[in-house]
């Protein structure tokens, strides 16, 4: 198993904007719509280089919903760039109807996630948007960790007939994934191999729980961290995998408790492998404005949360 | 015999077959449904250029409609079942189990000639600007129809694209309001004044026709000349009068037979003033 390191540090936007340039070049048929935040989803690039496949649809973004589903018919694979909040309950209807209901190749690429967003506050800060898209029938729901799984997410789900919420963030925050890695949609990457406990996590809270990882080592705890990149279609095999074997679980997230990850873990656990469990998760409460890492301690999501909720776990068992 | 008497035909068989679906199914929306026959048999036998028996989801080198105001369903999958879309007989399975004829349309079931999913109201004409811009993407210069409903125009979305295809010029899209100045809770004067259509769309960047919706003829004319204003840089919208209920007198006039099935006695008195003009399915 492989020693993760911090290769450099990094946005999780900025592997988009990459990644959607990559596509430009590779794929006439990939095409860009935003509303009003192309700098802030790191989609200039692409506008650049592709003026006539990018669409600026200014602050309107259930048009923008409404369009790329329109573009999908004449054979075009749209990705949409806002922000996260805006990508799901400002539009939740339009991706409904229009994207999902439709079955509609739509990328529905979201930034600025959770409440690392920072000091913009809870308006801004979406902790739902998980739940409310993974409950779309069809719709694929990933939530990357760094910049170069939110790459290589990026040119996956190009590949991908369907819907697709692609969730990602604002801040610069550890790249430790290997440029080299595949991705594979619904296929969760196995990063720490433990037998005391499973840690599942997603998103910014991948990188918090490889640290705890290391701390509950040296405090004899073996944890065993999963990156759940895909909530749903949910890898219920890696699961059931590691759970067989450790017999209880944390699942962490930059969302809320309700509809998140801990969700559809204890979902696939409840119906045939049921443990303890204990989540690391906003508890049924808006965010609030602040520096992201001071917000993730004060919202308890930190590597000291998932380390105490991992003992929690493991005296229940 | 003239193109438009051939057509009025047609037109009667449609409202034939949205009282008997409407009744059958014992729900649905035969009112919008009965003041857009006339346009809906212009469109599908006459205007559009499209391939019925082959139906394509991109719809490539052919035009699109779309139906944004998806209850009128009854004569869309009339007029779709009719210009060959798919089985006459199916229109009997109108909103029952397992049908592909949903209340409101889908693509989930792969009804032919059904793009997109629509119901909830306000959507269709972002739809349209999408599909539009793939045509202009591909070089396809065939056109993409949308029908709204007056009501709808109550919706936000309605506007956001109205901005977007005023200010991006897609002017390879011809959109028409049905305006039958009735919704659900009564009038649209009363329950939601549009104002001046014309200067609203006008003042969007649209060039606005007008035509009356129950006159073979002028639908005829009026999107002909829709259609030879394409292309010049201007979204278009027709703004087109009709009457709820048209051709069955007792739902003409009112905004009661929005959503409501007739019985027995209803459907009898007015199939009685509806010729059947094809076989019913």
Redesign the interface.
Same mark, same amino acid.
């Given at each position: 198993m492989k020693n993760f390191e911090i290769i450099n540090i990094k946005d999780t936007r900025s592997g988009f904007g990459e990644a959607l340039l990559e596509l430009g070049k590779t794929d006439p048929k990939v095409?860009a719509l935003c509303a009003d935040l192309t700098g802030s989803l790191k989609m200039d690039a692409f506008a650049d280089a592709f003026p006539? #496949?990018f669409?600026q649809?200014?602050i309107?973004e259930?048009?923008?919903?409404?369009?790329?589903?329109?573009?999908?018919?004449?054979?075009?694979i749209?990705f949409t760039g806002t922000f996260a909040n805006f990508s799901t309950s400002r539009v939740y209807?339009?991706v #409904?109807?229009?994207i999902a209901?439709?079955?509609?190749n739509v990328k529905i690429c979201a930034s600025h996630a959770g409440l690392t967003l920072g000091e913009d506050g809870a308006t801004h800060q979406t902790l739902e948007d998980m739940g409310m898209m993974k409950m779309l029938p069809g719709m694929t729901v990933i939530n990357t960790c760094d910049f170069n799984q939110t790459r290589q997410a990026t040119l996956a789900i190009a590949k991908h007939q369907g819907p697709v919420y692609l969730r990602f963030g604002r801040p610069k925050v550890p790249n430790f994934i290997p440029e080299d890695f595949e991705f594979t949609i619904g296929k969760a990457l196995h990063l720490v191999e433990g037998t005391d406990v499973s840690i599942f996590a997603i998103g910014h809270l991948v990188w918090h729980a490889l640290e705890a990882a290391k701390e509950l080592k040296k405090q004899g705890i073996s944890a065993e961290v999963i990156n759940i990149h895909t909530i749903k279609p949910i890898d219920e095999k890696a699961i059931l995998e590691s759970v067989e074997k450790t017999g209880c679980v944390v699942t962490a997230e930059e969302h809320q408790i309700h509809g998140g990850l801990g969700d559809s873990v204890a979902q696939v656990l409840a119906r045939s492998l049921p443990v303890p469990i204990d989540y690391v998760a906003v508890m049924d409460r808006f965010g609030e404005s602040g520096k992201p890492e001071e917000l993730l301690e004060a919202y308890g999501l930190d590597a000291a949360h998932i380390i105490a909720a991992a003992k929690k776990a493991v005296n229940r068992k | 015999m003239p193109k438009a008497d051939e057509l009025k035909k047609i037109a009667s068989q449609i409202r034939r077959d949205i009282v008997r679906m409407v009744h059958d199914a014992a729900s649905g929306h035969p009112g919008g449904s009965l003041g857009c026959a006339d346009l809906f048999t212009a469109l599908f036998f006459e205007i559009l250029d499209h391939d019925p028996t082959n139906f394509d989801m991109n719809g490539i080198d052919q035009d699109i409609f779309f139906l944004s105001n998806g209850h009128i369903s009854p004569v869309f999958y009339s007029s779709l079942a009719r210009s060959g879309y798919f089985p006459v007989s199916e229109l009997g399975t109108f909103r029952k189990i397992d049908s592909r004829l949903q209340g409101h349309p889908t693509t989930m079931e792969g009804l032919p000639g059904v793009r997109v999913a629509s119901g909830s109201l306000g959507q269709g004409m972002s739809v349209s600007i999408g599909a539009a811009t793939a045509k202009k993407l591909n070089k396809d210069d065939k056109l993409i129809f949308c029908l709204m409903g007056d009501g709808e125009l109550n919706e936000g979305q309605v506007w956001e694209a109205a901005i977007y295809a005023g200010a991006k010029k897609v002017d390879n899209l011809i959109a028409i309001v049905d305006h039958n100045q009735k919704q659900i809770d009564g009038p649209t004067d009363e329950v939601m004044p549009l104002g001046n259509l014309r200067t609203k769309f006008e003042a969007f960047g649209f060039k606005v026709l007008e035509m009356d919706g129950n006159d073979m003829d002028d639908i005829l004319k009026t999107v002909t000349r829709a259609k030879s204003e394409t292309g010049k840089e201007q979204p278009i919208i027709i703004i087109m009068k009709t009457e709820m209920g048209m051709g069955v007198d007792f739902m003409m006039g009112t905004h009661k037979w929005h959503g409501v099935a007739p019985n027995d006695e209803q459907t009898e008195k007015a199939l009685a003033q509806l010729e059947e003009t094809l076989r019913d399915y």
């Open positions: 095409v006539d #496949r669409f649809v200014g309107a259930a048009n923008m919903m409404g369009m790329a589903a329109g573009l999908t018919i004449g054979g075009y749209p209807d339009q #409904r109807q229009s209901y439709s079955k509609k | -």
